[in-house]
T-cell receptor, first 114, second 114 residues
Framework: NAGVMQNPRHLVRRRGQEARLRCSPM?????VYWYRQLPEEGLKFMVY????????ESGMPKERFSAEFPKEGPSILRIQQVVRGDSAAYFC????????????FGPGTRLTVL | AQSVTQLDSQVPVFEEAPVELRCNYS??????LFWYVQYPNQGLQLLLK??????LVKGINGFEAEFNKSQTSFHLRKPSVHISDTAEYFC????????????FGGGTRLMVKP
């Protein structure tokens, strides 16, 4: 059973471009979470999704950021018009529906905005 | 709202010495507690978790943690560390049994010296 997959592992964007980060949860997992880790800081919750639904987006910046988890395919975290302050490591985690279990983390995508 | 405080940002220790990484939390409700480890340029790996029952929890790689409700603490300990334990350690809390919506501490960098 492969773990949580994230791609790309490293992403470089210029200011104003769009960044798309992908997360494939573990097989059988229907819950996906996105976290952001700024340099020298802990992880901060961004959004929690189940298939086709956003359950909690209380940690998402109000503008430029969006997330989806379609019925088929990976979860996508999209950042429009990136700024230097978006440079961070973005981690995805997944957990199964039954039984309830802890979150399993992917290796992260390191976004660098030039 | 819940919060997690890891008082020590860095802990240097010699190989084979014991170590304790401190974690204190605040919450208005019952919580579930987790310790994760992050090796350089990797995602987070679950070390151990406290959900209920015995307050002394044993995890992987020889680590253990003790839940102290009166002191709202969940300190991580290992009796003898190895060079390979050098990593960032994160304490996290959740108000959900499944560990959803984790709130992380700022992390403690454990540096094991030969």
């Amino acid at each position: 059973n492969a773990g949580v997959m994230q791609n790309p592992r490293h992403l470089v964007r210029r200011r104003g471009q769009e960044a798309r980060l992908r997360c494939s949860p573990m097989k059988g997992h229907s819950h996906v979470y996105w976290y952001r880790q700024l340099p020298e800081e802990g992880l901060k919750f961004m959004v929690y999704l189940q298939k086709e639904n956003i359950i909690d987006e209380s940690g998402m910046p109000k503008e430029r950021f969006s997330a989806e988890f379609p019925k088929e395919g990976p979860s996508i975290l999209r950042i429009q018009q990136v700024v230097r302050g978006d440079s961070a490591a973005y981690f995805c985690a997944s957990s199964p529906d039954q039984p309830p279990d802890t979150q399993y983390f992917g290796p992260g995508t390191r976004l660098t905005v030039l | 709202a819940q919060s997690v405080t890891q008082l020590d940002s860095q802990v240097p220790v010699f190989e084979e010495a014991p170590v304790e990484l401190r974690c204190n939390y605040s919450s208005s409700v019952s919580v579930y507690l987790f310790w994760y480890v992050q090796y350089p340029n990797q995602g987070l790996q679950l070390l151990l978790k406290y959900l209920s029952g015995s307050t002394l929890v044993k995890g992987i790689n020889g680590f253990e943690a003790e839940f102290n409700k009166s002191q709202t603490s969940f300190h991580l300990r290992k009796p003898s560390v190895h060079i390979s334990d050098t990593a960032e350690y994160f304490c996290a809390v959740s108000e959900d049994y499944a560990g959803n919506m984790l709130t992380f501490g700022g992390g403690t960098r454990l540096m094991v010296k030969p």
